[in-house]
């Protein structure tokens, strides 16, 4: 039961390493294979399918988030005692770059005051 509920992701893992599923029986043992569940990778396909949450510990990403995080945080404090310590305001530190999260352009200082935006509005609208 436990192979069929799983058979695409424990033939996923298979074939990663030169086997499949249809060779149970005869090139692969199913002794091989309960021992090959067993000690299968946390990173696996079997086991983010078994347990998605525990997994994605296991990923390099998750690893990578943690560790960006942490030079955010030492930045922060390092910015925090420069500038207890200085007489001139230190340059915010900037979070360091994440691939999945964009970069929002922006255009402009500030909000236009709202004489100035009445203008641009009727300039605008051609009058």
Known sequence: MFVSEH?????H????CGHSLDEVGSVLS???LGDFISKTDPDSA???DIDKETAKWA???KT???LADLYDLISSFRYEMAALQSKKKP???KPYPRPHKEDKKRIGKGSLPVPELRKWIQKK???
């Open 91 to 93: 340059n915010k530190p």
């Open 64 to 66: 990578n988030e943690i």
């Open 125 to 127: 609208l051609g009058g």
């Open 30 to 32: 199913w002794d091989a």
């Open 7 to 11: 058979r695409e992701a424990i033939n």
């Open 46 to 48: 079997l086991a983010r």
């Open 59 to 61: 990923l390099v990403l």
């Open 13 to 16: 893992d298979l074939m990663k």
